[in-house]
Every structure is written in C-alpha cells, then in structure tokens.
C-alpha cells in the first residue's frame, strides 16, 4: 500500500485565496482526520470522519474551514478565505478502528502571503 | 490546554545512549500512543500501551504507563543516529477516542 496521500505538498497562495487540500486514506480505513501543526500551538485536530460521516469538527478553527469526505478513498480540505495565519502544515491521518494507531500522510505546507 | 506533555523538550545524546522521553497527561484515558515525526515528514506511529498495561516493548523501544501518576516514559536503548527525530506522545481519552498530542520532545543522536 502507498500508504496516505496528500497533495499538493506544498502550496504558496496570497490572502484571500480559496485553497483546497487533498487525501486519499489508506484503502480499508474507515476513519480519517485532518491536522494541523504550527510551531506555537503542536498538532491539532481540526476534524475527523468515520465511513464517510464527519463525527466531530469541533477543531475547526472557524467558518472558513470547511472539510468533505465525498467517497471512502478522497477527502478535501478547504480553506475560503485563506490568512496569513492559516500558515502551517496540514497532515491527513487514516486508521482501522478509532482505539488503535494512525497512518499520517506527509503534509501539505502552506504559506499564506 | 494540551492533554500530554513532553519532557524534555530536547534531549541530545551520543549514539548508543539510551534516550527516555516522558510524558505527562491530565485526565483518565483509553490508551496512550507514542509517534516518531523526522523533519519534514509525517508522524510514524511506534507503539500503542492501553490504561491496563503497565509496560510494553518493540524492538529496541520500551514504553511504561503509570496511571496512577497519569505519566508514561519511552526509552529507546542502544540510540543510533537514524533515532534523531521528533517523539510525540498521544493520549486517547475516554470520551469520544480522539487523540490529543503533546508538544513533543526532540531527539538528537549524535554519531
């Protein structure tokens, strides 16, 4: 298995800007979760799914945050309207189970000018 | 507030040293889970201890829970320069099953 993918890797936008991140958990996983880690604050959840079905966004920093998980292979992340303290890395994380160990995928850095 | 808490924050040793990281958490949990994060990379997961353990091993790692004391240490024996990475420590509560992390403690072997 390929294990989690995201992309794009990296992503430089301007304020303003709609940014969309992207993942495809690892097949056979049935939960998967979105983070965010900043130097002042760690790693954050900011929601996860469980068969497609968001089960608690009460990470998500705020309306512009918004997050699908249209099938058991893609989920997105958007962010509409970006600022420059979106700036972080955002790592998707997939599992079989929710008691057991998670599969992160490699992250996506994002600057935002 | 963070659920789990690292310390140290940085720990540099040679290499065959032993290196413990310890972490301390705030309220009952399912089970704790340690993570690897080199630079640059996603988190790796290492191993998982549940509230009714007291000790497991992997490899050259070697977890202990006290619940008591709501702390858990990781000591990796024999460290070699590969080890030089990230180690974060997640507590999954006992209600609702997310993971919390903590700030992590960074590792430096040096050759």
């Known amino acids: 298995d390929a294990g989690v993918i995201q992309s794009p890797r990296h992503e430089v936008t301007e304020m303003g800007q709609e940014v969309t991140l992207r993942c495809k958990p690892i097949?056979?996983?049935?939960?998967l979760f979105w983070y965010r880690q900043t130097m002042m604050r760690g790693l954050e959840l900011l929601i996860y799914f469980n068969n497609n079905v968001p089960i608690d966004d009460s990470g998500m920093p705020e309306d512009r945050f918004s997050a699908k998980m249209p099938n058991a292979s893609f989920s997105t992340l958007k962010i509409q309207p970006s600022e420059p303290r979106d700036s972080a890395v955002y790592f998707c994380a997939s599992s079989f189970g929710l008691h057991g160990g998670q599969y992160f995928g490699p992250g996506t850095r994002l600057l935002v000018l | 507030s963070q659920q789990g808490e690292e310390d140290p924050q940085a720990l540099s040793i040679q290499e065959g040293e032993n290196a413990t990281m310890n972490c301390s958490y705030k309220t009952s949990i399912n089970n704790l889970q340690w993570y690897r994060q080199n630079s640059g990379r996603g988190l790796v997961h290492l191993i998982l201890i549940r509230s009714n353990e007291r000790e497991k091993h992997s490899g050259r790692l070697r977890v202990t829970l006290d619940t008591s004391k709501k702390s858990s240490s990781l000591l990796i024996t024999a460290s070699r320069a590969a080890d030089t990475a990230s180690y974060f420590c997640?507590?999954?509560?006992?209600?609702?099953?997310?993971?919390?992390f903590g700030q992590g403690t960074e590792l430096s072997v040096k050759p």
């Open positions: 097949s056979g996983h049935d939960y």
């Open positions: 997640a507590t999954e509560n006992n209600q609702g099953g997310k993971l919390i």
